[in-house]
């Protein structure tokens, strides 16, 4: 190992979870070059492949690598919530027709294409531009762009170092949630924990909101299966020694390192176009099924962060200010108050940190804090983190009608696969107020809001 | 050739008992194309040949299923059975009998995002060889 692994937990997270294989990633990660200070791993680390889910590690860009299966497959997945003018009494008595709308107006499931039919060149063009082209060309505000990370656009991001392969799967999946883990959520704001912070962001008490869970699609896998065989086929060419393949990676300052970067920065951008897109689908729904004006609905976007990416950043290493390649796998961003990079609108109160929980828990709202910068590279935790396997989940909940039992939870879930629903019950996920208690103790991000579910599409 | 679902978190690890190297690849294929899609409605009406080459037995199972899942993303090809005509240590040709995917007859189980190199094995047993890959669904 050439720095050491640190993990943020509880007691109670690490009871509750076997963190063996998880904790060996960590380690197996600590030992790529150019690390800086320490492998991190985050309170809902789970096992994944190569870096474990919920790891941040740094790379010096001299001596430092950038790895795809650093990032993930689903380059830059990651949440976006939007408020709107609505209550719970506006809705309540709707809420399964307001379901059965989002569940028809947005695409979802395995293999579902999207409203938009994109030629190869419009593709290309959504690569370089990202949240800004779907603004563009109708499909939301100037300001969804304030409120997105990086304004929705990856600087660097060069379509020509991105396979044909992977333009073709992107032409019909813009504007689609996807399946899996994906989601779109309404959601209620229960309980508010710092009241000056949430005014700040426009929450308050009652009001709903929507959450959306998604990523880069086909092209995000592509793009990283593309650059993975590539590093793994020139391995040795790098000199680096590799415990896992899955850790293929290259020289941040090499070509094929700048090539990776800037292809995952085109990944990025699509990414940020389907959420602008799934957003401007769930504002259409939510007009339909409630027969409201976009004003009386008044959606506005919070924030989009996300959660699977690598990005050049500055943080101070021992007195010094470096530029890093910051890897965070399942953890998201947390600046804190005061950052350039925080939308000035909420610049004096620190960046939002968006943290779903599992099917019909509801959501964190946090703010990044200053010990973020100092002690993680500027990440906190992306979620709750799963516990069982997708097979377990399956098994325990074999004889069980999941949406009827979320339904008499209160939460109305719809889904175009059972199987998800399954895989998706509630006790797959480690408990989402133990993590994000552990970020706030931690001093890494603060709590300001805790939004409960109300209804759900699944993919 | 048996195939077997593995708990791993986040992802699906898939293991394959075979007598042979070869039924162990061809199992594999099989195995990948029944966590997408239930195989009972495919049909064999389309034959197709594939060759693949990888670093070392491992990486060649890890390319022959990338090239299989590709398949199904570029040419929606639903592949029912899978026979491997000729296996070295860094080379394959196998022959595919399947058919495209027509979404009134076929049921697609899932999506899975890539076949991933993390854990991948291929080891001889007492009776044969056992394969392992993990899918990143």
């Avoid at chain 1, 200070?37 to 010096?60: E, K, N, Q, T």
């Avoid at chain 1, 689903?74 to 709707?94: P, S, Y």
């Avoid at chain 2, 039924?23 to 009406?45: E, I, Q, T």
Wanted: aromatic letters at 6%; hydrophobic letters at 40%.
């Amino acid at each position: 190992m050439r720095v050491p692994g640190i993990l943020y937990a509880s007691q109670k997270l690490l009871r509750s979870a076997d963190t063996a294989e998880a904790m060996k990633q960590v380690v197996n990660v600590a030992c790529l070059p150019g690390i800086v200070r320490a492998s991190l791993a985050m309170p809902d680390m789970h096992w994944g492949y190569g870096f474990p889910i919920g790891g941040v590690a740094a790379f010096d860009l001299d001596e430092g690598i950038i790895s795809p299966g650093g990032v993930g497959y689903d380059i830059n997945c990651g949440c976006r919530l939007m408020t709107t003018r609505l209550f719970v009494t506006d809705i309540q008595d709707h809420l399964k027709d307001l379901v059965t709308a989002l569940f028809r107006h947005v695409p979802s499931g395995v293999g579902v294409g999207g409203h938009l039919k994109l030629t190869a060149k419009e593709v290309r063009q959504v690569l370089a531009e990202g949240a800004g082209w779907a603004v563009r060309h109708g499909f939301g505000e100037t300001e969804d762009l304030e409120t997105t990370e990086d304004g929705g656009v990856f600087p660097g991001a060069d379509p020509e170092g991105v396979s044909d392969a992977a333009i073709t799967r992107g032409k019909d999946q813009l504007g689609t949630l996807g399946s899996g883990n994906h989601f779109l959520e309404i959601e209620a704001v229960d309980e508010i924990f710092d009241q000056k912070t949430a005014a700040v962001f426009g929450l308050e008490k009652g009001q709903i909101c929507v959450m959306i869970h998604s990523g880069s699609r086909g092209l995000g896998y592509q793009i990283c299966d593309d650059y993975l065989f590539e590093m793994v086929k020139h391995a040795g060419e790098t000199g680096i020694e590799l415990p896992d393949r899955q850790l293929a990676c290259a020289k941040i300052n090499s070509e094929r390192g700048r090539r990776y970067f800037s292809a995952m920065a085109c990944a990025a951008n699509y990414a940020w176009a389907n959420r602008q897109l799934l957003m401007h689908e769930a504002r259409e729904a939510f007009q339909e099924a409630l027969r409201i004006s976009p004003k009386a609905l008044g959606m506005r976007l919070l924030y989009d962060i996300c959660h699977n990416i690598a990005k050049i950043e500055r943080f101070p290493v021992d007195g010094n200010e470096m530029r890093l390649c910051v890897h965070r796998k399942g953890a998201t961003r947390a600046y804190p108050a005061g950052h350039p990079l925080v939308p000035a609108r909420y610049r004096d109160a620190g960046q939002p940190v968006l943290i779903p929980g599992d099917m019909g828990t509801g959501s964190y709202v946090l703010a990044g804090s200053a010990a973020a910068m100092t002690e993680t590279f500027g990440s906190a935790c992306h979620g709750a983190g799963r516990v069982m396997s997708r097979t377990q989940a399956r098994k325990s909940s074999r004889r069980r009608a999941v949406a009827t039992e979320m339904e008499k939870r209160g939460v109305i879930v719809m889904s175009s696969s059972r199987g998800t629903l399954q895989e998706e019950i509630p006790e797959a996920y480690k408990n989402l107020d133990e993590v994000v208690e552990v970020v706030h103790g931690a001093g890494l991000a603060r709590r300001v809001a805790r939004l409960r579910a109300l209804g759900c599409v699944k993919g | 050739m048996r195939y077997q679902v593995l708990d791993h978190t986040a992802d699906l690890g898939i293991d394959i008992t075979g007598s042979t190297l070869k039924s162990v690849y061809a199992g594999a294929a099989k195995a990948l194309f029944s966590v997408l899609s239930d195989l009972s409605a495919v049909r064999a009406n389309e034959m197709m040949e594939l060759s693949v080459e990888g670093l070392d037995r491992e990486d060649l199972l890890v390319n022959f299923l990338r090239e299989l899942l590709n398949l199904w993303n570029r040419n929606r090809f639903l592949v029912k059975s899978c026979q491997i005509l000729s296996l070295a240590p860094r080379r394959l040709t196998a022959r595919l009998f399947g058919e495209p995917y027509d979404p009134v007859v076929h049921r697609i189980r899932r999506e899975i995002k890539a076949v991933t190199y993390h854990d991948v094995a291929l080891v001889p047993t007492k009776r044969g060889w056992k394969g392992t890959f993990v899918l990143d669904v």
